[in-house]
T-cell receptor
Framework: AAGVIQSPRHLIKEKRETATLKCYPI?????VYWYQQGPGQDPQFLIS???????DKGSIPDRFSAQQFSDYHSELNMSSLELGDSALYFC???????????FGQGTRLTVV | GEDVEQSLFLSVREGDSSVINCTYT??????LYWYKQEPGAGLQLLTY?????DMKQDQRLTVLLNKKDKHLSLRIADTQTGDSAIYFC????????????FGSGTRLSIRP
């Protein structure tokens, strides 16, 4: 069965650079979520979208933005990267109103 | 996660049952989840339980929910080496798979 696809899987950026992470949800899923997992930490909710509109917002820094496109894929844009942004970034998708959120394999971002 | 608490480590002998416990604080959570994360991998949804249920069984997995005490447990029968992973308890903050709050995760290790 198709899963949530994230790209790239690994990304190395320098401080103050920008990064764009992409997420392709499971077909027919209309809701996407972004999470950040720091080393040894639990995943922290960043932001979610339903039908291309932001549906909820968590601890997402102002330097980050995200959007969902008409084909339901989503992109997380990160600017002025800091060393502390180094983490695993997960995308998850679900059907609106459904109980199950399925996660992608994550993008490991390393800021040097 | 500050709203969901778990013990950090559990060690069991291969073939024994593992019981991972979790407490949560939001009594309005509709769904409670168990996710599994293997080293360097994504978050795999193992199972979830609706808040008006008190038990759910799925093959080797049994979830028990005590809503009065806000206590959730995951029992893995006949624990195998492939069960070694971090297990995250999580709660949804809405009526569906909306913002999910994760616990800090329990690292399960298997002794031969």
């Amino acid at each position: 069965a198709a899963g949530v696809i994230q790209s790239p899987r690994h990304l190395i950026k320098e401080k103050r650079e920008t990064a764009t992470l992409k997420c392709y949800p499971i077909p027919r899923h209309d809701t996407v979520y972004w999470y950040q997992q720091g080393p040894g930490q639990d995943p922290q909710f960043l932001i979610s979208f339903y039908e291309k509109m932001q549906s909820d917002k968590g601890s997402i820094p102002d330097r980050f933005s995200a959007q969902q496109f008409s084909d339901y894929h989503s992109e997380l844009n990160m600017s002025s990267l800091e060393l502390g942004d180094s983490a695993l970034y997960f995308c998850a998708s679900s059907l609106e109103g459904g109980p199950e959120a399925f996660f992608g394999q994550g993008t490991r971002l390393t800021v040097v | 996660g500050e709203d969901v608490e778990q013990s950090l480590f559990l060690s069991v002998r291969e073939g024994d049952s593992s019981v991972i416990n979790c407490t949560y604080t939001d009594s309005s959570s509709t769904y409670l989840y168990w996710y599994k994360q293997e080293p360097g991998a994504g978050l795999q949804l193992l199972t979830y339980i609706f808040s008006n249920m008190d038990m759910k069984q799925d093959q080797r997995l049994t979830v028990l929910l005590n809503k009065k005490d806000k206590h959730l447990s995951l029992r893995i029968a006949d624990t195998q080496t492939g069960d070694s992973a971090i297990y995250f308890c999580a709660e949804s903050m809405g009526s569906s798979a909306s913002k999910i709050i994760f616990g800090s995760g329990t690292r399960l290790s298997i002794r031969p």
